[in-house]
C-alpha cells in the first residue's frame, strides 16, 4: 500500500502541487514571523547594556527623579570611582537650514566622567562639562555639522540655544536609534533641555578591588527608600526583559494574523482534498475490491496527505526565509531599528514542519474517512462516484441558532459596551455562515448570477449550474474567502468610522486657524507668552488641565469656550474672566453650587458666572466623573498651576491681518522651539489620523496573504472540478461550445464563487464594525458606522479580478485536450 500510495502521489503531481500551495503560503508566514522575530529577540540580547559597559551598579528611582543632591552623596561614598546621573528624553535640533531636523529625536546625559562612558565615539570626543554637545553621525553628515561648531538644541524647557559640537557617536540599532537624532548633553544641561528635576537613575562604577554586593549595601544606606540599588547583572536583565517584552507583543500580533492565515489554508486543503478524493472513489473502491482493508486505504491516504504536508511545510519554511529576510530589508528601508539579523533556529524549523504536517493531515481526515465508506462492490456501477450530499438539518439548525446568537451578540455589545461581545458575535456569525453555508453559499450564487445569465444567456447559466451542483464544496470555498476578506472589511470600515469621529471631534472642538503642538512632550513653557506678544495674533490660547480635589480644571478663552458648549442652564457664558468661571452642570448639581456662589478651587476663591453643558471630551475618557469640570481664564489657571504645561496652543489671527502674515508671525517664534510644530485645521485633522491609516495599511497587507490563500482555493476548486468534468466538457464542446464561451463560463464560476465570499465577508466585517463602533460610542466619543462605499468597492472588484486570472489555468487545462480524447477520459 506504500509503494502504491507514492505512486499514485507521483501520477497526481500537479494536483497535489495545486493543493500544496495553499499549506506553503501559511507556512510561510510563520515561518517568516518566527524568524524575523527571533532574529529581533537575538539583537535585544546582544544590545542589552549598550550603553552599560563600564557601569557596576546603578540608582534607580521608584516613583520622583532622583535629585541632582544625591550624586554628590553618591560620590562621596567609600569605594565609588565614578558616579553620573543619567535621564533620556526628547528633545530636538534645528538644522543647518534654521529649520528643526525631522524625526523624534533621543535626548540623553552623558556621563562627563571618562570611567563610566560607554558610547562608540565617531569623531572627536564625549562631552566633559556642559555646554558641550555629541550627535549621532548620521545627522552631522546630512546637515553638515563640524565639530567645535555651534548647533542650536531645544526642549521642553525652553527656546533652542546653542551647545557645542564636540563629537559623534554610533548609536544604530541600540534602544536609542529610533529614526531620528541622538542627542548626547551633560547631565545638567540635559536636566534643563528636558525641564525634568532630577535623573532616572545613578550610574556608578566602582573602584578596584571593591565588592559590588558591599558596595551596594553601602549606597543603599545612602540613598535610602524611594529607590533602588542594582548590581551589574540586574541592570542587564532588566535591559533585555523591556527589549523583549516589546517585542514578545510584536510577535505575538504577528502571530495573530499568520494563525488567520493556516486558518484559511486549513479551509482549502479540506476542501481541495475532498475533492481529489471523491475523484478517486473508484479506484478506492477497486483497492478494497481486491482485498485491501478500509484500515488500509484510510492509512494510505493519510501518508499521502502527510508527504503532501511535510514536503509543503520544507517549501514554506524556505519561502519564509525570503519572507523574513524582506521584512528585515522593508524595515530597514523605514529606518525602523530592528537590527539583529535573521535568526533560522531548529525549533522554528520544527515547529513549522509539524505545523503544515499536521495541517494537512487534520485536513484531510475527514474526506479520506468517506472516501473508505463505499463499498467494494460499488466498483463495478457508477455508484462508485460519490453523490452530492445536502447539508443534514441538524446543521442547518445548528447554522441558524449559531448565526443568530452571533448576530445578537453584536447588537447587544452596542448596548453594554462590552468589548468581548464583539468579538465573540463576529467569531460566532462567521461560524453561522460556515454551518449554514450550503444552503446560503448556492442562493447566493443564483442571486448573483442572474444579472450574468442576462448578459451572457446559456453559458452563464451552465456557469451557474456547476456551481451549485455541489453545495458543499462550493460553500467550503467560499467560507475560506469570508475569513480574509471579512476581517479586511471590518478594518476598513472601522478605520473610516474613527476617522470621520476624530475629524467630526476637531470641526466641533478646534475653532481657530492654526494649531501649535507638541512633539513628544509638553510645550516649551515661555511659548504661549511669546505668541502672545506678537501683534499679528489675536487668540493664543494653551490647552492645559488639571485634577484637584477631584474636579478638573480646564484654562479656557472667552473668545473660544463657547465652541465646545451644548447649552446654557444658568447666568452668563460671556462673563467668564479673572475670578470667574463656568462649572458644568453635574459638578453644580453635586456640590449644590448655583451662579453667583464663591467656590474654592485649588484653594483660591471664584465666582461662579454660569453653569454649562459640554461635549465630552475629544479623544480620551475624562480623568473625573463626566461633567466634572470647571473651566477658567488662562491667567488664573497659570496662577493655580504655574509649572503645567498643555500639547496644544490654538492660534487665530488678529482683527484684519491676513491668515498668511500671521502664519508668518508663528513661524517667526516656532521655529526656535525645535520640539513643536505649526499646522492648520487639516495638517491635524492628518496629524491624528494619521496613526489609523498606518496601521489599516499594515493590517491589510499582513490580511492579504489570507485572501491570496483563499483565492488560492478558488483556483484549486475549479482546477480539480474542471478534471472531474473532462467528459462533460467534451460533450459540450461536440455540441457546438466555443473555446471563448468554455472560458468565459469558467471564468464565470470562477467569479461567482469569490464573489458570494467577498459579499459574505464585507457583511461580516460591517456587521463586527457595527458592533465595535457602538462599543466606542457608549463609552465616549462622537462616533458612528460610516461606510466607505469606495473601499468596499474595491474590495469586490479584486476579488472578481482575482477569479478571472484564477480561472485561467483551469480554462486553459479543459481546453489542452482534445474532443475525442476527452470523451473517453475515466
Not at 456547476?466 to 480574509?484: C, E, W
Request: hydrophobic share 55%; with cysteine.
Amino acid at each position: 500500500m506504500i509503494r502504491l500510495t507514492l505512486r499514485m502521489m507521483r501520477a497526481d503531481t500537479l494536483r497535489l502541487m495545486l493543493s500544496s500551495l495553499a499549506v506553503v503560503l501559511g507556512v510561510a508566514f510563520v515561518a517568516g514571523t518566527l524568524i524575523f522575530t527571533d532574529g529581533m529577540r537575538q539583537g535585544a540580547y546582544d544590545r542589552a547594556g549598550t550603553f552599560d559597559r563600564h557601569t557596576d551598579l546603578a540608582v534607580y528611582a521608584e516613583r520622583t527623579p532622583i535629585p541632582p543632591a544625591l550624586v554628590e552623596k553618591v560620590r562621596a561614598v567609600d569605594g565609588v570611582r565614578a558616579a553620573d546621573g543619567e535621564l533620556t528624553g526628547t528633545a530636538g535640533v534645528v538644522g543647518s537650514d534654521g529649520r528643526p531636523v525631522l524625526g523624534f529625536a533621543v535626548l540623553a546625559a552623558i556621563p562627563t566622567d571618562p570611567a563610566l562612558q560607554s558610547y562608540d565615539v565617531v569623531a572627536g570626543r564625549l562631552p566633559q562639562r556642559p555646554g558641550e554637545l555629541v550627535l549621532d553621525a548620521p545627522t552631522v553628515a546630512e546637515e553638515g555639522f563640524t565639530l567645535g561648531s555651534p548647533v542650536n538644541v531645544g526642549g521642553s524647557g525652553g527656546a533652542a540655544r546653542p551647545y557645542t559640537l564636540v563629537g559623534t557617536v554610533d548609536v544604530a540599532g541600540t534602544s536609542r536609534d529610533v529614526g531620528g537624532p541622538f542627542i548626547g548633553l551633560a547631565g545638567p544641561d540635559a536636566l534643563a533641555v528636558a525641564a525634568e528635576k532630577g535623573y532616572g537613575r545613578i550610574m556608578v562604577a566602582a573602584a578596584p578591588g571593591v565588592p559590588a554586593a558591599e558596595l551596594a549595601d553601602r549606597l543603599a544606606a545612602v540613598t535610602g527608600a524611594g529607590v533602588t540599588v542594582k548590581d551589574r547583572q540586574e541592570i542587564l536583565d532588566a535591559a533585555v526583559e523591556d527589549a523583549v517584552r516589546d517585542l514578545e507583543q510584536f510577535n505575538l500580533f504577528l502571530l495573530t494574523f499568520a494563525g488567520i492565515s493556516v486558518v484559511v489554508a486549513g479551509f482549502v486543503i479540506a476542501n481541495t482534498f475532498a475533492i481529489m478524493l471523491a475523484q478517486r472513489t473508484r479506484s478506492t473502491a477497486l483497492l478494497r475490491l481486491v482485498g485491501a482493508t478500509r484500515g488500509q486505504v484510510f492509512r494510505a491516504m493519510l501518508l499521502e496527505a502527510a508527504v503532501t504536508g511535510l514536503v509543503a511545510s520544507a517549501l514554506g519554511v524556505a519561502a519564509g526565509t525570503g519572507l523574513a529576510v524582506g521584512m528585515d530589508a522593508l524595515m530597514s528601508a523605514f529606518d525602523v531599528p530592528v537590527s539583529g539579523g535573521l535568526a533560522v533556529t531548529a525549533s522554528t524549523v520544527l515547529t513549522c514542519l509539524l505545523l503544515g504536517t499536521a495541517l494537512t493531515v487534520g485536513a484531510a481526515a475527514v474526506p479520506a474517512w468517506r472516501g473508505t465508506r463505499i463499498a467494494p462492490v460499488a466498483a463495478l456501477t457508477d455508484a462508485a462516484v460519490q453523490p452530492t450530499r445536502r447539508a443534514g438539518r441538524v446543521r442547518l439548525a445548528a447554522g441558524a441558532l449559531v448565526f443568530g446568537s452571533g448576530v445578537a451578540a453584536l447588537v447587544a455589545a452596542g448596548s453594554s459596551g462590552q468589548v468581548p461581545l464583539v468579538a465573540a458575535g463576529g467569531v460566532l456569525t462567521f461560524f453561522g455562515i460556515v454551518l449554514f453555508g450550503p444552503v446560503l453559499v448556492p442562493a447566493l450564487v443564483r442571486v448573483l448570477g442572474w444579472p450574468a445569465r442576462r448578459l451572457f444567456g446559456a453559458t452563464a447559466g451552465l456557469a451557474v449550474a456547476n456551481a451549485v451542483r455541489n453545495p458543499r464544496r462550493i460553500a467550503a470555498t467560499a467560507t475560506a474567502l469570508v475569513i480574509g476578506i471579512g476581517l479586511v472589511s471590518a478594518f476598513v470600515v472601522g478605520a473610516r468610522s474613527v476617522k470621520t469621529g476624530i475629524e467630526r471631534a476637531v470641526d466641533q472642538q478646534i475653532g481657530v486657524d492654526f494649531l501649535v503642538t507638541g512633539i513628544g512632550g509638553g510645550l516649551p513653557p515661555d511659548l504661549a507668552d511669546e505668541l502672545a506678544a506678537r501683534a499679528e495674533l489675536g487668540v493664543v490660547h494653551e490647552q492645559r488641565s488639571r485634577v484637584s480635589g477631584g474636579v478638573e480644571l480646564r484654562s479656557a478663552h472667552p473668545a473660544l469656550v463657547g465652541r465646545t458648549l451644548t447649552a446654557v442652564d444658568a447666568g452668563d457664558a460671556g462673563r467668564l474672566g479673572p475670578g470667574r468661571v463656568l462649572v458644568h452642570r453635574e459638578l453644580a448639581r453635586a456640590k449644590g453650587w448655583a451662579v453667583g456662589d464663591t467656590v474654592t478651587l485649588a484653594g483660591r476663591p471664584f465666582e461662579v458666572a454660569a453653569v454649562v453643558v459640554a461635549d465630552g471630551p475629544l479623544l480620551a475618557g475624562s480623568p473625573v466623573p463626566a461633567g466634572h469640570m470647571v473651566d477658567v481664564v488662562d491667567a488664573d489657571f497659570t496662577r493655580l498651576f504655574p509649572a503645567e504645561r498643555g500639547y496644544l496652543v490654538e492660534v487665530d489671527p488678529a482683527a484684519g491681518v491676513p491668515a498668511e502674515r500671521a502664519r508668518g508671525a508663528v513661524e517667526s517664534v516656532v521655529t526656535r522651539y525645535p520640539t513643536v510644530n505649526l499646522m492648520d485645521q487639516a495638517a491635524y485633522k492628518k496629524m491624528l489620523t494619521g496613526t489609523v491609516d498606518m496601521l489599516l495599511a499594515f493590517v491589510t497587507a499582513l490580511l492579504g496573504l489570507a485572501v491570496v490563500i483563499a483565492l488560492v482555493g478558488v483556483a484549486n476548486t475549479l482546477s480539480l472540478s474542471v478534471v472531474e468534468r473532462t467528459r462533460e466538457n467534451a460533450v459540450l464542446r461536440a455540441v457546438g461550445l466555443t473555446r471563448g464561451r468554455m472560458r468565459a463560463m469558467l471564468a464565470v464560476e470562477a467569479v461567482l464563487m469569490a464573489l458570494v465570499g467577498a459579499v459574505l465577508g464585507v457583511g461580516l466585517g460591517v456587521g463586527v464594525s457595527a458592533g465595535a463602533m457602538a462599543v466606542v460610542a457608549r463609552l465616549g466619543g462622537d462616533f458612528a458606522l460610516v461606510m466607505p462605499w469606495g473601499q468596499l468597492g474595491l474590495i469586490l472588484g479584486v476579488a472578481v479580478l482575482a477569479a478571472l486570472a484564477a480561472s485561467v489555468l483551469p480554462a486553459r487545462r479543459a481546453l489542452a485536450r482534445p474532443v475525442v480524447e476527452s470523451l473517453g477520459a475515466e
